[in-house]
């Protein structure tokens, strides 16, 4: 069965189809999404001569539509289940969506994770980072406290002493 719309009609319908369709694109471009929940992560350790270690910690944004600054983080470190230490920055890095960058810590293990990271030898040892990440939307967002909880493992660097990756 075929169907005659007259042509007003017709035009007036197509109209109202595309100006729906651009009204909803544009409410998408408009409006940005909330910041997602960052990770941390170690991404190298190193052991000083002095008794200090400095840890690289990768901080990711997982936010597809906006970057994010980051404030500050405030983590306990545990390896092999045993504290090893707290790790606090205050980076302030801007990481674009979807994106990660590094910062820089230096602190005093705890006895018990340092013996627990010499028993591993040569091999594996499991962490987790506890604490808090602030980071803000945007370069100058309000800084806005996210629980961490990043769990990883460190491995020996192959013929280099006192650095785990």
């Keep these: 069965m075929i169907l005659h719309v007259p042509r007003k009609t017709a035009r007036a319908l197509a109209a109202t189809v595309l100006l729906g369709t651009a009204l909803a694109l544009a409410g998408c471009t408009g409006m940005s999404t909330k910041l997602q929940p960052p990770t941390a992560s170690i991404q190298q350790l190193t052991l000083q001569s002095d008794g200090t270690w400095v840890a690289v910690v990768r901080i ?3 936010s597809y539509d906006t970057g994010m600054h980051v404030y500050a983080m405030d983590a306990a470190l545990s390896l092999d289940g045993k504290p090893a230490g707290r790790i606090t920055l205050s980076p302030g890095l801007d990481i674009p969506a979807m994106d990660a ?8 293990p705890g006895a018990q994770g340092a013996a627990a990271l010499a028993a591993a030898k040569a091999n594996a040892i499991a962490y987790e980072l506890k604490g808090t990440l602030s980071v803000g939307k945007g370069t100058r967002g309000s800084a806005e406290p996210f629980q961490l909880d990043g769990k990883g493992y460190l491995s020996p660097v192959p013929g280099v002493s006192n650095i785990w990756r």
Aim: neutral net charge; glycine residues 0%; proline residues 0%.
């Design 60 to 62: 990711q944004n997982y």
């Design 101 to 108: 960058d590094t910062a820089t810590a230096t602190f005093k």
